[in-house]
């Protein structure tokens, strides 16, 4: 293992940290609040640290996969533990293991938060909160990337090792210009986004806040009730498309921009997550019809369309408490929990790719029992999928289940019903935020111990990162130095 490359590539990713938080002070001093120090200590220590860390010489410029695993895992680890100083020297959240987790929520953009109350905290603290969401969405080695291309490793490692962003291969042949282009894609939807809700009359600063965690698909508000504090119908609306955009595989929008929209109206993983949500949407529009909660069908729709989006996007935002829905409204929203958005958004979630490959698996095996002579292939957008790629999946989704299984166990310990612990590990291991029960979307995770909330942590990292950068941390034979 390279560990001096690591140490010096960590060093810039702390140092383009510090840059982040810079905006986040701007805001605290344009209020005048007292959160402006917190951010000042904090973007020093990150400066300091980085630069140091970055000076360090390398003797082997040799650069391989499981480094750049290492990097992507203890530099979102890092990242979340600094990323949280300022919650702490504020004092808007006194305790270490609820900042960390609070941070862990924002840059993994899951959304989930220990907070019960969050308009009394200062506005440079809310602007930070919601911009973890911005940063990580994309990913924060993505971002490290477009700006500090010269780094001096063999970014491509780090760019598999961060897989649940878009794939930068796909775009063009160097890494650094992929970067570029995708935070170009992405800072434009943002943008677009960023007028709308200003034509809406929303005022700035909450059209900022509501913005990032859009993009981010985090959903961190600076409202207790979240978006629905607005009860306003064209926010629900513009907030709805742009969470949906954002759950789509970003190298859809390149092909767009190409001109190849042929190919991007063909994307088979795209119709899948356009007609979930759709059926979806209309399942619990018919369900909640009638009902004491919603008397007619346009409040139906309107409520069912934005919480079947942001949880398929697990984006986390809410306008109603679905938590008081019927039972089969419920469900779909579970179902849907586990599903997520697209391969290459900043969606989380199992990804609708890999849901369409097991569907596909499931077709091929049925077929070979029937014709077991027959020569079948499995088919993705008009190419064969080969083997490894169906074994790698289901071999995921097995690791995805032990993980599930483990953290459940553990959180289990607290006492709080099934349903509640059932939901708190699916929303933060599939990057969702609020789940039900006690973790539903009126309530919070801040009752649950500390155990837990480390425990919650790391599976919202597992998430995030797809478990495999992070699992590989804790096996022996990694550390094993090769390169010095």
């Known amino acids: 293992m390279n560990v001096r490359m690591i140490l010096k590539t960590l060093g810039y990713l702390l140092m383009v940290e510090s840059a982040c938080m810079l905006p986040s002070m701007v805001v605290s001093i344009i209020h005048k609040q007292s959160d402006t120090m917190s951010f000042l200590i904090t973007i020093i220590i990150l400066a300091v640290l980085g630069l140091l860390m970055s000076r360090i010489p390398i003797k082997n410029k040799n650069f391989y996969t499981r480094d750049g695993f290492a990097i992507v895992s203890l530099g979102w680890i890092l990242v979340s533990i600094f990323g949280a100083l300022p919650f702490v020297i504020s004092g808007a959240i006194p305790s270490f293991a609820d900042a960390f987790f609070e941070t862990v929520s924002g840059f993994t953009t899951t959304g989930s938060t220990i907070l019960g109350e969050v308009e009394s905290l200062p506005k440079g603290i809310l602007f930070w909160r919601s911009f973890t969401n911005w940063v990580g969405g994309m990913g924060v080695l993505v971002m490290m990337l477009a700006v500090l291309p010269a780094a001096g490793a063999n970014t491509v490692h780090i760019m598999k090792a961060e897989s649940p962003g878009p794939d930068p291969g796909k775009l063009v042949p160097r890494i650094g210009k992929s970067s570029k282009i995708l935070y170009l894609m992405y800072i434009g939807l943002t943008l677009i986004m960023v007028v709308f809700l200003l034509l809406g009359k929303m005022p700035l600063y909450d059209t900022l806040i509501h913005t990032f965690s859009t993009a981010g698909t985090g959903g961190f508000s600076n409202r207790n009730l979240s978006v629905g504090a607005y009860n306003n119908v064209y926010y629900e609306i513009i907030i709805t498309i742009f969470m949906f955009l954002f ?24 119709r ?23 008397n007619t069908i346009g409040a139906s729709l309107r409520h069912a369309s934005f919480q079947v989006t942001t949880i398929i996007s697990t984006t986390g935002f809410s306008t109603a408490n679905f938590d008081l829905w019927p039972s089969f409204s419920k469900t779909i929203l579970l179902l ?12 989380g979630g199992f990804k609708s790719a890999r849901c369409l490959l097991l569907f596909k698996s499931i077709k091929h095996e049925i077929r070979k029992v029937i014709h077991p002579r027959s020569v079948n292939t499995i088919k993705y957008n008009g190419k064969t999928v080969d083997d490894s790629v169906v074994s790698g999946v289901k071999s995921y989704l097995f690791i995805h289940m032990v993980i599930f299984s483990i953290s459940f166990l553990i959180i289990s310990l607290d006492g709080f019903d099934l349903i509640s612990n059932f939901s708190a590990v699916l929303s933060s291991i599939n990057n969702i935020g609020p789940g039900l029960g006690v973790v539903g979307p009126m309530g919070s995770y801040a ?34 130095r090769v390169n010095i």
Not at 247 to 270: A, H, P, R
Not at 336 to 347: E, I, N, Q, R, Y
């Open 247 to 270: 759950g789509v595989n970003f190298t859809l929008y390149y092909q767009s921009l190409k001109g190849n929209l042929k190919s991007v109206f063909k994307d088979e993983e795209l």
């Open 272 to 294: 899948f997550y356009f007609f979930t949500v759709l059926a979806a949407i209309i399942l619990i529009t018919w369900n909640l019809c009638g009902t004491t909660i919603f």
């Open 336 to 347: 849907l929990m586990f599903v997520g958005g697209s391969a290459g958004s900043t969606a």
């Open 447 to 480: 009752d649950y111990s500390v155990l837990s909330k480390i425990v919650l942590s790391f599976t919202m990292l597992f998430g995030r990162l797809e478990i495999f950068p992070l699992l590989i941390l804790f096996t022996p034979t990694f550390w094993k």
